[in-house]
């Protein structure tokens, strides 16, 4: 399907909710309840577009039900083309860009990010492989002066990153980059069978003894590459991307979402090879069997 922006689904509610349907249904309506497929189609009067019944547990549902669009007042095409735009842009859009595209208030546009946010995690499989090199490497972020806070500065947040070759990235926010945090984020997320590529950080030294493999380059010596393949520039090639996305367009990311945030950089970097059109699709299909509310509380790793 193509994603241009005169496409009804984002004018029409109805369209899009047919759509979302097709795109999370393709061989009928399944109950969100059951998992089971002997649904009827509620008429009337009445009913609500797109309401079923489930002929096994009794239960009504629509295609909301069990996503992050349940209990969402905002119409589905809004929410579709949230969807188009985030998905549209290599450092992201705003949640003020998208209260004046949508012609909603901020709090709701701000919400409605991190729940697509949500959408577009992982399912957590494993990074690299046998024969395959996984890159690691820590930034550093924030710490500008905001005016409006009298000059204070924001605090400093730490981020390690994990780049498979030709592969994922995978993202996380820890407290501290030492070698209990990093090493729990790669033995977590990166098969041991792989070739490990890292910066001469010390605490590289303990952890590469894990893996199949492990070379460095000498950063402190700005050795950056060495022959054989051996560097891990492309991890450092996903921080570029996520600093200019936090400079140019977020301007602060808190401490409680950073790690949202570093879910859409990481969902934007795996599906960097298919079209704005599919990637949105993708992102689409991520969002059932996830669901977000306000007052679940945020994850921060160790």
Not at 265 to 270: A, C, P, T, W
Request: positive net charge; hydrophobic residues 35%; glycine residues 8%.
């Amino acid at each position: 399907m193509t994603f241009d922006l005169t496409n009804p689904v984002f004018s029409d509610a109805e369209k899009a909710r047919e759509y979302l349907e097709s795109l999370h249904w393709p061989d009928g309506a399944v109950c969100p309840h059951c998992n089971l497929m002997n649904n009827t189609k509620v008429g009337g009067k009445t009913a609500r577009p797109g309401l079923y019944m489930c002929n096994a547990c009794r239960k009504q549902f629509t295609v909301t039900v069990g996503t992050i669009f349940e209990d969402s007042k905002i119409p589905l095409n809004k929410w579709l083309l949230a969807f188009r735009l985030i998905n549209g842009g290599k450092k992201g859009i705003s949640a003020n860009e998208i209260k004046r595209h949508l012609g909603i208030s901020y709090k709701s546009a701000w919400f409605m990010m991190h729940r697509i946010r949500e959408a577009m995690q992982d399912d957590g499989s494993p990074l690299g492989g046998p024969g395959k090199v996984v890159e690691s490497d820590e930034a550093i972020v924030g710490g500008f002066k905001r005016k409006r806070l009298s000059g204070k500065i924001a605090p400093k947040k730490k981020i390690v990153t994990l780049v498979e070759r030709g592969g994922s990235a995978r993202s996380f926010h820890i407290t501290n980059i030492t070698h209990k945090n990093v090493r729990h984020a790669l033995v977590t997320s990166a098969h041991r069978s792989s070739v490990l590529m890292t910066d001469d950080a010390r605490f590289y030294n303990n952890i590469g003894r894990e893996f199949a493999e492990h070379h460095t380059t000498l950063h402190s010596n700005r050795e950056f590459a060495k022959a054989g393949g051996i560097h891990s520039n492309t991890a450092e090639n996903f921080f570029s991307i996520f600093k200019r996305g936090l400079v140019g367009t977020y301007h602060h990311m808190s401490a409680a979402h950073l790690h949202r945030y570093l879910v859409e950089f990481d969902f934007r970097y795996n599906t960097r090879k298919v079209s704005d059109a599919e990637r949105t699709e993708e992102a689409l299909k991520g969002a059932r069997g996830k669901r977000l509310t306000y007052r679940q509380p945020s994850s921060l790793a160790a």
